[in-house]
């Protein structure tokens, strides 16, 4: 029942139900945890289904405040509304804030902000949300509503607090919100707050990313290099080869023997063969015939 609460679920009746205890009350029934009383009231008493407002020119600037003496003469001569403006907070318990889309969570804040400001007496255009758009109320995933009230001509924060911390006040508000979300919604209207404070708007905010990327771009060079090989000859039939030059990659320079070149090594026993007789072998054989002949003839003379 009202003014109780249960922490624990699936009781089995209300005499295990808790008193909500003094500086709380408890406005609805099912509740896990009883609300402190807001600024501008108090209460020293258990089972307090609603806190007691202070009277006029003083006012409480905390929350659950137990006794008449927390109430405190306001600045300027007892007047507790000196800009004109409020902030009213108010919790939406299981407000189902993830299934609503865009044009139905417009609806609701516009909603509310009509509830303020009839309760306030004031014009709808008076009531923004926290950046200052006109008719409408700012709404948290929590289900917390946040929303100034502002110019407030011909009302104390007293009466404000009077009006908006009523029962018949929590009525129009979960009728209002229901009838947009839908009846079968487990809505219920926890703790409401007024606190006299001038409206200052908050700026939008925005997150820019910036990223960098690096490219690495990886280069090959591949040298060529051209070695001119060592010449060697070889006499074969009277004639000269030769195996000119040889081009390859750069590396080791290395002197490899023809395949077709030819070595001799002399055989034991054998004179060594002259460089005049290396010198007559290569050359043509016309003319090494007639060099013979001559030597013949030499030597017959002889």
Known sequence: EVGTYQPALGQANESVCIRCPPGKYGAFTGASTCASCPAGSWNDEFDKTACTICPEGKWTHSSGSLRAGDCTPCAGGGNCLPDG???????????????????????????????????????????????????????????????????????????LAARLYSASFRGELANTTLAIIGSEARLSIGSISVKPEAFVALAPTSTMTTSTSTVTIATTTRATTTVKAAQTTSVRGGHSVDHGNVHRDSGPEQSTPSPDSEQSTPSPGSEPTSAATIQAAALPWPLMLCLGLAASSGAWRK
């Open 85 to 159: 403006d409020a902030r009213i907070t108010i919790e939406l318990r299981n407000f189902p804030y993830a299934e609503l889309d865009t044009t139905r969570m417009a609806d609701v804040e516009a909603a509310l902000a009509e509830d303020i400001a009839a309760a306030c007496g004031t014009n709808n255009e008076s009531v923004v949300d926290v950046f200052g758009k006109e008719s409408s109320v700012t709404i948290s995933s929590d289900g917390q509503v946040s929303a100034f009230v502002k110019d407030v001509t011909g009302s104390s924060a007293n009466e």
